[in-house]
């Protein structure tokens, strides 16, 4: 049978408002007195009502989260795991929609106003437009992104971001200093509207590369309507280049991990004939030795949800715009030009 706010207040020995506050509003409460409340309200089998809790707020409790890739990815996992493991404890649930064109965020844009279904909207990779931010700026909701295009003048609230300028020079200028000039870069070109954050490597990449006298090779990644990457297609364009390049950079380690399998699989040793470089650090790049560009979306994400919880509570956050820097993780699959 479930008890009632009272129960667990005198189970407590704190006050009602004590108990509510532990589940709406954590900030307004020690960690301490938080954490006995809520362990007796688990051992009492109380829950509040989030319905009531949002009607006396007049918040909806929900943060919706555009995204356009795959759940499953290992970037997308991690910013979610980020957003949820502040978000959830100060009551507010994720709602997430998946976004693939401009038609279905031009849609999403247009309907959040009329349903006001959430407190704020987080972007993640990709853009919007400023039309898109006044509509949600018109009614109180405030604009976040992580990973976003020019988050300043698209009129976000407040955005992280990995420094994709520097990560790509990075990346470019460790393959050149061990002495490779014959470059490819591997990109994607999924078939959508949308204007992607990690495009920006690319062109950092090859700028870097030209300073430097050296025209990289672009091998384009084709993805399929499962988000697949096709690694068949991208080894087979590698191979009727006139020559094998010596040093690929991929955009993202999805590419640079099935790649480094494939090349071995038709006989080029990583790294004594082709060295390759990814750009995340995500799952198994550690165990398998793949030379990449570190980022740590699940903390830009938790930052992201500081600052949205902030801006709901009309507070300005106090870095509204941070860059958060990349890092080169040098490992076994570079070595120097043969």
Avoid at 8 to 37: M, N, Q, W, Y
């Amino acid at each position: 049978m479930s008890s009632s706010l009272q129960d667990v207040a005198k189970a407590a020995g704190v006050s009602i408002s004590t108990v509510s506050r532990s589940f709406t509003r954590p900030d307004l409460v020690s960690a301490k007195t938080r954490e006995r409340v809520l362990g007796i309200a688990n051992e009492l089998n109380f829950s509040l009502s989030r319905s009531a809790a949002a009607l006396k707020s007049g918040r909806a409790l929900r943060i919706a989260v555009l995204m356009s890739g795959h759940i499953r990815l290992w970037f997308t996992a991690s910013v979610i795991e980020g957003l949820n493991e502040v978000l959830s404890a100060s009551g507010y649930d994720i709602s997430i929609f998946q976004i693939s064109s401009i038609e279905e965020r031009r849609e999403f844009f247009e309907m959040l106003p009329i349903r006001r279904n959430a407190d704020a909207v987080i972007v993640v990779s990709f853009d919007i437009d400023n039309e898109e931010t006044k509509q949600l700026a018109s009614v109180g909701v405030p604009i976040i992104g992580i990973n976003s295009v020019d988050p300043a003048e698209r009129g976000f609230a407040a955005a992280v971001n990995i420094d994709d300028d520097q990560g790509s020079t990075l990346a470019a200028r460790h393959l050149i200093a061990l002495g490779h000039h014959d470059i490819a870069y591997i990109s994607t070109n999924r078939e959508v509207s949308l204007s992607f954050s990690v495009q920006g490597r690319f062109g950092s990449f090859i700028s870097y590369c030209r300073s430097e006298g050296i025209e990289p090779q672009v091998i384009v990644c084709k993805v399929d309507a499962n988000g697949k990457y096709q690694i068949g297609d991208v080894v087979t364009q590698l191979m009727s280049l006139p020559t094998m390049p010596t040093a690929i950079a991929c955009q993202e380690d999805g590419i640079a991990l099935p790649l480094m399998f494939q090349l071995e699989r038709n006989g080029f040793r990583v790294p004594s004939d082709v060295s390759v470089i990814g750009y995340d650090d995500s799952f198994y790049t550690d165990d398998i030795g793949l030379t990449t560009i570190r980022q740590d979306p699940t903390e830009m994400a938790r930052q992201a949800a500081h600052m949205t919880l902030d801006l709901i509570e009309g507070k300005t956050p106090d870095e509204p715009y941070a860059t958060f820097p990349a890092h080169i993780m040098v490992r076994a699959s570079t070595a120097r030009a043969r």
